[in-house]
């Protein structure tokens, strides 16, 4: 089992900045794939970006050149700094980690609102 808690949503103007941060704790050996991904109203759920502990790194096509994911090894904690957001941005990030990509374990979601 794999616990992943969420930080650092909230209300944004476009434009602005914010800093998601997900821990996960438990069976590390389920962590090798971390991500993030996001779910608008009546959209499904899509991945924004993902990092392996090797270092591999993949982002959305809507994200690349605004959104930096990164992760701290030793604190076994992910993090997505999104830059320049727009109002399409807008939605419940989701915390995700697998032994592969694809996530095994999810956390609750939090929730990011870009508007005006």
């Known amino acids: 089992q794999v616990q992943l808690v969420e930080s650092g949503g909230g209300l944004v103007q476009p434009g602005g900045s914010l800093r998601l941060s997900c821990a996960a704790s438990g069976s590390i050996w389920s962590t090798s794939v971390m991500g993030w991904y996001r779910q608008a109203p009546g959209k499904q759920r899509e991945l924004v970006a993902g990092?392996?502990?090797?270092?591999?790194?993949n982002y959305a096509d809507s994200v690349k050149g605004r959104f930096t994911i990164s992760r701290d090894s030793a604190k076994n904690t992910v993090y997505l700094q999104m830059n320049s957001l727009k109002p399409e941005d807008t939605a419940v990030y989701y915390c995700g980690s697998g032994k592969n990509w694809g996530p095994d374990y999810w956390g609750q979601g939090t929730q990011v609102t870009v508007s005006s």
């Open positions: 990092i392996s502990r090797g270092g591999t790194i």
